[in-house]
């Protein structure tokens, strides 16, 4: 069940970020340095709404923007120059817009968080972290082929016990396209995050099977 609408800041991002995964911002248009300072001395923490940008830019407003984002809490900020912040943050849970309010002086959303579904108490991720294994060891083919350095390995230890999450924290290690990370966040329930998951790694696949070819 979704729980009570809240109004919060809102951030629309050229990426995804998934519950769960730590995200820097560098900060420098005068409506986000407002936006920082704002949820700086917020009384119910340091926390603001990212979602995808689908069409437009994140400078300059008039975007078209998904309705199913993250609430993200700032961990710790910087000025790196006037009116320049490096901002760190973290994804905490799934969020759904309900309806976009004025841009003035930045976006602003009233929210709803959006937990799964219910599902099952669990769900075998086995297939899930073998095709992770499969990928990057096909990575590392590549990466071999075109003289590269390859990326560090997955980490399949310290997972989330929470099934949803753990979801989260495997997609995070997919080196995906953004729209893909939209489909794994967007997922209603576990179930579905699990095959939009493992449809995503099968893209990815793809395309790096054509590459070795």
């Not at 920082?36 to 603001?48: H, Q, S, V, W, Y």
């Not at 499969?134 to 390859?150: C, F, G, M, T």
């Amino acid at each position: 069940m979704l729980d009570a609408m809240q109004t919060l800041p809102m951030f629309p991002l050229g990426g995804v970020a998934l519950p769960g995964e730590r995200l820097p911002l560098h900060i420098f248009e005068p409506r986000y340095r407002q936006l920082l300072e704002d949820c700086l001395t917020a009384p119910d923490g340091p926390l603001f709404g990212s979602v995808l940008i689908e069409r437009g830019s994140e400078v300059g407003g008039g975007d078209a923007r998904t309705a199913v984002g993250s609430r993200m809490r700032i961990t710790g900020h910087r000025g790196i120059a006037p009116g320049r912040h490096l901002v760190e943050c973290i994804a905490e849970s799934r969020i759904t817009v309900v309806r976009w309010l004025d841009d003035a002086p930045y976006p602003r959303a009233e929210v709803r968080d959006w937990p799964d579904e219910p599902g099952p108490p669990d769900v075998d991720m086995s297939a899930v972290v073998s095709d992770i294994a499969d990928l990057y060891s096909a990575i590392d083919r590549l990466a071999e082929k075109q003289e590269a350095e390859s990326p560090p390995p997955p980490r399949f230890d310290e997972l989330p016990m929470d099934p949803g999450d753990r979801l989260y924290a495997l997609a995070a290690q997919v080196p995906m396209g953004q729209s893909d990370r939209q489909s794994v966040l967007a997922a209603p329930g576990i179930l579905e995050r699990r095959d939009a998951l493992r449809e995503a790694i099968a893209s990815v696949q793809s395309i790096i099977d054509f590459q070795l070819a």
